[in-house]
């Protein structure tokens, strides 16, 4: 893998990101007793913070490598959408104005963190159907949807990406021709036609219609299983602390060791990497490549804690190390 030459193509592409975008809120405290109410911690309050979550880290994260980053998602008109779109703003994500609806509450997850342990979330959004997308949505996408030389489904189960939703964004007229997804398996949703797939462990498992059982990892039959049910031109399945595994054809090609030296958090690892591998295929890079260059990055990323992005800066001194 030459990293240089990946992120200096990278500078010139343009990615749209469609999917579930939300603000992940944080706070952060100590605790040294249990409350006389309940079996619960007590926790003294330092700070709070707030980054973007879902969707729209995956659109900051592609900026973050050199992209120009395009968002469609539903943000509410209320003050967690415009802290979201303030966030998105300095980290040079382009939100789609068709985006911000007044009519629906932004998706916030809070996290409760206390000596680096998260200790309980909080999540706060309206039902499925309030962030479904409409025909208005899909005539306001095409256009971006024809200018991208990527486009990210990034599915977070929230409701934008039903599968009506994902087979219409696959149908747009001129569309980018790679369509790079991470799946959310549920019932009735099929994902074929799209270029990329980046399931984890259980939810390749669920993809396969295997069950998520200890011990190895199947990976001929899931792989099998997963491209005669989609047929996916490419298939990374993220194994966490066993790196990742590549899949063309329906069968395994090779297994890459992850890049992790130290572990904080491995909150938002899967949009860093989706962020990246789609990065790099757009620009032109093979698959084996494209995988490298996501695994350093997310390396990068997992090493933070919080919701985080790896800067072309940190991925060059990271392999540098290495």
């Not at 749209?16 to 706070?27: E, N, Q, S, T």
């Not at 997804?181 to 980046?198: F, Q, S």
């Not at 998520?212 to 001929?220: N, R, T, V, Y």
């Not at 084996?288 to 919701?307: I, Q």
Request: glycine share 8%; with cysteine.
């Amino acid at each position: 893998m030459n990293l240089e030459k990946i992120l200096e193509a990278a500078a010139s592409k343009r990615i749209l990101v469609i999917g579930d975008a939300m603000l992940d809120k944080y706070v952060w405290g100590d605790a040294s007793r249990l409350s006389p109410e309940a079996p619960v911690p007590v926790v003294r309050v330092d700070r709070e913070s707030a980054v973007a979550g879902g969707a729209a880290n995956v659109a900051i994260n592609l900026a973050a490598l050199g992209a120009r980053a395009e968002l469609f998602a539903r943000v509410g008109e209320d003050a967690d959408g415009r802290r979201l779109r303030a966030l998105l703003e300095d980290g040079r994500a382009e939100l789609l104005p068709a985006s911000v609806s007044p009519s629906v509450p932004t998706i916030v997850k809070t996290r409760v963190v206390c000596r680096r342990q998260q200790i309980c979330r909080l999540d706060q959004e309206a039902e499925p159907a309030a962030y479904a997308l409409s025909a208005a949505d899909l005539e306001a996408l095409a256009p971006a949807a024809a200018r991208a030389d990527a486009i990210v489904l990034s599915d977070y189960a929230k409701g934008l990406l039903a599968p009506e939703a994902i087979r219409a964004v696959l149908a747009l007229p001129g569309r980018a021709r790679i369509v790079a997804l991470d799946p959310k398996p549920r019932p009735g949703v099929d994902y074929a036609g799209v270029t990329l797939m980046t399931p984890n462990r259980a939810e390749a498992l669920r993809l396969a219609g295997l069950d998520d059982a200890p011990g190895p990892f199947p990976a001929e039959a899931v792989c099998a299983a997963i491209h005669e049910r989609f047929a996916p031109e490419h298939l990374v399945i993220t194994l966490g602390p066993d790196g990742m595994l590549l899949s063309e054809g329906g069968r395994p090609v090779e297994r890459i060791p992850t890049f992790a030296r130290e572990v904080f958090d491995v909150s938002g690892a899967g949009d860093t990497v989706i962020a990246a591998l789609s990065l790099a295929l757009a620009a032109g890079f093979p698959l084996a490549d494209a995988a490298r260059f996501a695994n350093t990055a997310a390396g990068v990323v997992v090493a933070k804690l919080g919701t985080a992005v790896a800067t072309p800066d940190e991925l060059l001194a990271a392999a540098g190390r290495r």
